[in-house]
Every structure is written in structure tokens, then in C-alpha cells.
């Protein structure tokens, strides 16, 4: 009878305990006694002279990764960075690094599009 009584115990104290050592595995969780959160850094896996060395870049031209986005500090923060072109031949070039292969968006709905408009907008 003891066996009968010990194993669902057993499970239900398995059942409450099961949540907390995944919740004490994460990033972030409460912190005993006090108010609020602690926060685990995750382990980072460049060297401190990558680090640096990508901060140096950054300082030299403070210009995102997409190429959109300029940092010019103080209160303004980050500016958009405009497109750029080059006179060459009587022709301009785009000078900038921005993907200039995407269409050209067409303002002529198509029968279905003015249809789709037509039941979104004025219901039916």
C-alpha cells in the first residue's frame, strides 16, 4: 500500500519541480528576496581583439550593416543615409550600396486587385 501512495507522489513532486529547473535555466529570472529580475549575459564567442577591432571599423565609417542608416551622434542618433549618384559619360551611376534591382511598383491595378480594393475598402 505504501508503494501505491509513494509512486504518484513521487510523480506530482517530479511534476512540480520539472518546471523550475527549466525556468532557472534561462537567461532571465527572478531573483530571490527582491524585487525584479536577474539577467544572465549569454557567453559571447568573438575575442576581445574582434571586438575591438569591429568597433575601430565602426568608428572610421558609423555606417549600419545594410548601409541605410548613418550614426551622427549627439541628439539626432542615426540619420538616413540618402542615395548616391555619379556623373560618368553624360550618364548617372548610382554610387551608393543600396540593391537597385527591385521593380518598379506600378500604380495600375489589375482587375483582381481593383476587386480585392473594391470588398477590403467599401465592403463588397
Not at 504518484?8 to 512540480?16: D, I, K, V
Not at 539577467?39 to 545594410?66: C, I, M, Y
Not at 550614426?71 to 555619379?86: D, E, F, L, R, S
Request: aromatic share 8%; proline share 7%; glycine share 10%.
Amino acid at each position: 500500500m505504501k508503494t501505491c501512495k509513494f509512486v504518484p507522489s513521487l510523480l506530482l513532486a517530479g511534476a512540480l519541480v520539472a518546471p523550475l529547473a527549466a525556468y532557472a535555466a534561462q537567461p532571465v529570472h527572478s531573483a530571490p528576496g527582491e524585487i525584479g529580475i536577474v539577467f544572465h549575459d549569454a557567453p559571447g564567442t568573438q575575442t576581445r581583439e574582434q571586438v575591438r577591432r569591429e568597433l575601430d571599423a565602426f568608428r572610421r565609417n558609423p555606417v549600419s550593416a545594410d548601409g541605410h542608416w548613418r550614426q551622427v551622434g549627439g541628439g539626432i542618433g542615426w540619420a538616413t543615409v540618402p542615395h548616391a549618384y555619379k556623373l560618368q559619360n553624360g550618364k548617372l551611376l548610382h554610387a551608393d550600396r543600396f540593391d537597385h534591382s527591385t521593380p518598379r511598383p506600378d500604380l495600375n491595378m489589375t482587375a483582381e486587385e481593383r476587386q480585392m480594393a473594391r470588398e477590403l475598402y467599401t465592403g463588397g
